[in-house]
């Protein structure tokens, strides 16, 4: 499919304003200078040689092992770092608790923490490695079990040529290694010609036990609320007990199942395989969350070369992709001198735009591939019946009805994850009168995209009406005000008892509560193997006429909801392409009769 076929799809009426300039990341734009492009090049520091690093980047990887990186770079762990929400919420977390400092990037850009990049510096004021969040070397060169959450793991500083740990024991590198000259690889700076690699592959078992994602998946801030929950949900639940690990269903050939892994070379070097007949683990991590970051930046992409290698954060962020740059249609129009736009200096070239688009348009491409892997991991994990009928409906008598929504996954709770402010996930009903009018709905969202429950600012607002039949999976944090009542809250902060919240560690441990004083967790996610009834009631004054009525069904589930993202100070761009790649699964309807 074509670019601007794509672009038709993403927004008719939205000027493209980059999603990342208005955030700042972090702290806010630093002055750049408008000099000469040249200078801005050699002040990047990003421009490095790889080969002579001690945290090699992804992309030297990706020169023998293609597949792995081509499955990596759009998934999750690729984001962590680059994730303008993330960067948005992180800061929020440090501008109302200053003592939280590098907590939340000792995880999401490891590397970066590692090199002694300061928390609140920038993307583009990053090293590429870093960037990557979790990239290569944050798993491979780990060498040591951490049997601890909340991170804080080491890597293993060396150049590409020193050795990496994985799951298998190494021998088809060895054979690499023996013939060097065969496969035109180096092992050693001193080698002469030929591409380097890694001399020594380590196994390491680790990689292969649930326990090495834990020290990033299990979190808990300092005053002990648990911002991520899976370990625990995960080590009391019956895929453990099975021996079933996340890798067995994260890594697999079916997203979010263990029906073992495809099969495939570890590494092609020089074009010949090596280990063909291996397990294949899959590094996209198939999971229910997405990017919004400009398709420029995020997926990452080998195939910036020549003009592009040399494109900055900053450049990237001013190319309007939506208004179709680079594009064939696009610059015909500008050769007509029927659109009258300023370019940027980076951009001014009319060939640097088409390489640009071109670019752009196999990260779109990757993009739609990462939501058919949201789809097939959230249905493999879950399962709607229904609808159940509690009586034959009737015309003048309410219409009572329920769905079973069931939680098919072994493994953890639906949703699980990332839990108070979000993931959000929960059910949408209209039933549809003879006429095609809808007479009821429940799961609505307001002018903005939000459920219509308490935080709807439409609903604050009186616009639309409460959804007081709302099924809603996502946890919610309860915290305890001064006047001693109960609210909502989209971070476990108590705001209104100090002008500057502290986040203070309660004076008995957590677990003799089973949480903090004041704050507390109000689960309403569905455990492995679980179920839960959705039930409506439809009121006798709507069920007005016989004949057939249709009731549509389906689970909606979107990464972060837009009150949260407000709250934070997310730009409008940003709330756009939430609610752009929101999914819908298992949607469906049925007819019934009235009498």
Known sequence: MRLRKRLKRISKTTHWVPLLVASCLTLGLHSFSANAEDEAQNADPHQQV??????????????????????????????????????????KINDLAPTIGNFCVRCHAQVGTQLGENREDPLWERSEVSREGITCITCHRVNEPYGKVNGD??????????????????????????????????????????????NKAIQFTNLRESEFCMSCHQVAVNLGIKLEVVWDQYRASPARKAGISCQDCHMSKDPGMPTGFAIGPSAVVNGKE?????????????????????????PHNANKKGRLKRRTIEDWLEFDYIA?????????????????????????????????????????????????????????????????????????KPLRFEYKVTNTNAGHNLPSGSLGAQPELWMNVAVINPKGETIFESGYIDSNGDMADLHSLDVRAGKI????????????????????????????????????????????????????????MEGRSIP??????????????????????????????????????????????????????????????????VR
């Not at 990462?370 to 159940?388: A, T």
Request: net charge positive.
């Open 50 to 91: 790889f080969s002579e690093s001690d945290f090699p980047s992804a992309t030297e990887c990706a020169k023998c092992h293609e597949t792995i990186f081509d499955e990596w770079r759009s998934s999750n762990h690729a984001y962590a770092s680059i994730s303008p929400m993330f960067h948005k919420f992180e800061q």
């Open 274 to 298: 090596i280990n063909p007949g291996r397990k294949h683990f899959n590094h996209a991590f198939a999971g229910p969350g997405y990017p919004i970051a400009h398709p420029g930046i995020f």
């Open 153 to 198: 793991r080491h890597v293993q500083p060396g150049k590409i040529y020193a050795p990496v740990y994985g799951s298998s024991d190494g021998s088809g590198l060895q054979d690499v290694i023996d013939n060097k000259k065969s496969y035109a690889v180096k092992t050693s700076k001193g080698d002469g010609r030929g591409k380097p690699i890694h």
């Open 465 to 520: 009406e409460h959804d007081d039949q709302l099924f809603n999976l996502q946890t919610k944090f309860l915290t305890t005000n001064v006047k001693g009542t109960d609210r909502e809250m989209y971070l476990p902060v108590n705001m209104d008892i100090d002008q500057i919240p502290f986040l203070r560690p309660p004076p008995q441990p957590a677990t003799v509560l089973n949480h903090p004083p004041f704050v507390r």
């Open 324 to 396: 179709g740059w680079g594009t064939a249609e696009f610059e015909k129009k500008v050769k007509a001198k029927e659109v009258n736009t300023k370019f940027p200096k980076a951009w001014s070239q009319a060939s640097t735009r088409k390489a640009a688009a071109k670019l752009i348009e196999e990260n779109l491409v990757k993009l739609e591939e990462k939501l058919e892997l949201r789809r097939q991991v959230m249905e493999n994990g879950s399962h709607i019946d229904g609808p159940f009928f509690a009586k034959d409906p009737q015309v003048g």
């Open 528 to 593: 492995p193997l679980g179920h839960r009834m959705a039930k409506y009631k439809v009121p006798a004054k709507l069920m007005t006429e016989p004949g057939t009525y249709k009731l549509a069904v389906r689970m909606r589930s979107r990464a972060e909801p837009i009150y949260f993202m407000r709250f934070v100070d997310a730009t409008r761009e940003m709330e756009r392409e939430m609610n752009r790649w929101m999914l819908d699964i298992h949607p469906y309807t049925v007819e019934f009769e």
